[in-house]
């Protein structure tokens, strides 16, 4: 089972954007999965349907442990809350759900919308968020969904428990305490905030898209920059446990940050070359890295390219990644209608 957060910031409507770095989209969602080791939230980037995304664009390069699936098209966020149970969110066509892996797909009967973005709290509640105003819950696995039609186009989705959660939309932030089926503006966060997660009722930390990477300590009451970061961070995880204090941060400029002290101060780590970064971490010096061409694996400083899928253009390209606690193994979506499958060798 992933033990961590994952969070993702996107909206699929435009282009000519900005997202997670790559400079030809726009960035606007958060996906996520929370389970009990860290917390992540990842890429900011603009989604939308594409009639051209057929699995074009040149021959993948498979390292040991990778396979390819054929999934549907236009799907842009994965998270699996253990090895065998997994979602996707499809733009137009709704959530699918696994029950082996990522080796066959079902359309469950979440209302068809535009889905951006996936966040489970545990195996047994979820939610899919959608530019669209949509809003679908499940509380038994996947099994079943009810969807709730809302005020507020989504970005991105995270909730603490089964009552409390934030979202970024495009009219600014906005925060639940009845498990999603009211919301309200949270009046003194950026109105740009494009990603938010916390770590804990107090402390959390959100993306915008001019404003740079702010955290709050009081609950979402006032936000503050964060020092030593780029102005655009794309992903970011935070560990528990013993390793409460500890995360990792990716930003435009490729470095893998790393804190020691819950994000008071952060190091530069290796680069990763590309643009658009998603990632899992098992710790902060060991994980999967994503661009929009390929996965890399992080071993302390070595950094080993183990996945190449050239981009069919701008916009059909590796959108969404996620890895179990000890990336034994992980899940890679092409919007072009391929999931791509890592089991440890």
Avoid at 62 to 83: A, C, E, M, R
Avoid at 306 to 319: K, Y
Wanted: charged share 20%.
């Amino acid at each position: 089972m992933q033990q961590c957060q994952k969070n993702n910031i996107f909206n699929p409507l435009m282009n000519n954007c900005m997202v997670n770095g790559f400079k030809a989209l726009l960035f606007v969602t958060v996906t996520g999965i929370m389970a009990a080791s860290c917390v992540k939230g990842d890429n900011p980037i603009q989604r939308y349907e594409d009639p051209r995304n057929q699995g074009q664009g040149g021959v993948p390069v498979l390292g040991p442990g990778w396979s390819k699936v054929t999934i549907p098209l236009n799907s842009y966020d994965v998270v699996f809350v253990n090895d065998t149970l997994g979602f996707l969110a499809s733009f137009r066509d709704g959530v699918y759900r696994s029950t082996n892996g990522g080796e066959t797909w079902t359309r469950t009967n979440a209302q068809k919308s535009d889905y951006v973005n996936l966040f489970f709290l545990n195996e047994k509640y979820g939610w899919a968020v959608s530019v669209t105003k949509d809003i679908a819950k499940t509380t038994d696995s996947g099994k079943t969904w009810a969807t709730t039609n809302t005020s507020y186009e989504f970005r991105d989705v995270f909730f603490r428990d089964e009552n409390n959660g934030y979202a970024s939309t495009y009219q600014g932030l906005i925060k639940t305490t009845d498990g999603g089926v009211t919301w309200a503006l949270v009046p003194n966060a950026p109105k740009d905030v494009t990603s938010v997660y916390f770590i804990d009722e107090q402390n959390g930390f959100c993306g915008t898209e001019a404003n740079g990477y702010r955290q709050t300590t009081d609950g979402g009451s006032s936000f503050t920059p964060v020092n030593g970061l780029p102005n655009e961070v794309f992903t970011t995880q935070f560990f528990k446990g013993t390793d409460a204090q500890k995360g990792v941060v990716v930003g435009s400029d490729g470095y893998v940050n790393k804190t020691t002290n819950n994000g008071a101060t952060w190091t530069k780590g290796p680069k990763i070359k590309g643009d658009y970064f998603d990632f899992n971490f098992k710790d902060i010096d060991n994980g999967f890295v994503m661009t929009i061409n390929n996965v890399f694996k992080v071993e302390g400083n070595t950094v080993t390219n183990v996945l190449f899928r050239p981009a069919a253009d701008r916009n059909v390209h590796f959108w969404e990644c996620d890895f179990n606690a000890d990336l034994t193994r992980g899940w890679v979506v092409y919007n072009g209608g391929e999931l791509y499958r890592y089991v440890k060798p």
